[in-house]
Nanobody, 117 residues
Framework: QVQLAESGGGLVQPGGSLRLSCAAS????????MFWVRQAPGKGLEWVSH????????GYRDSVKGRFTISRDNAKNTLYLQMNSLKPEDTALYYC??????????WGQGTQVTVSS
């Protein structure tokens, strides 16, 4: 049974930091491209970042470059997203997802990040 379980979200003031985690099971995490995707209230899904199986291929959307860092620990089957200098516009439900064949085939339930003073 495939599971992706996000954690680490919460309420943080602008300029603060959070570290999201995504624990994976039920598939071969170490050979999977992994993604962080978010959905802000009233908006569509938005790709945030991706990382290739070995961790050497990484991408970020422009609005988070220099503030967010994606990483993975294949020994622990866990994906991370370190988020610094958070802004109110980063408020969203954050999902981890596996990429396969040009789509996201496995999703977690999401973790809420709220940036507000």
């Amino acid at each position: 049974q495939v599971q992706l379980a996000e954690s680490g979200g919460g309420l943080v003031q602008p300029g603060g930091s959070l570290r999201l985690s995504c624990a994976a099971s039920g598939f071969t995490f170490s050979s999977s491209w992994m993604f962080w995707v978010r959905q802000a209230p009233g908006k569509g899904l938005e790709w945030v970042s991706h990382i290739n199986p070995g961790g050497g291929g990484i991408g970020y959307r422009d609005s988070v470059k220099g503030r967010f860092t994606i990483s993975r620990d294949n020994a622990k089957n866990t994906l991370y997203l370190q988020m610094n200098s958070l802004k109110p516009e980063d408020t969203a439900l954050y999902y981890c997802a596996r990429g396969q064949g040009g789509t996201y085939d496995y999703w977690g339930q999401g973790t809420q990040v709220t940036v507000s003073s």
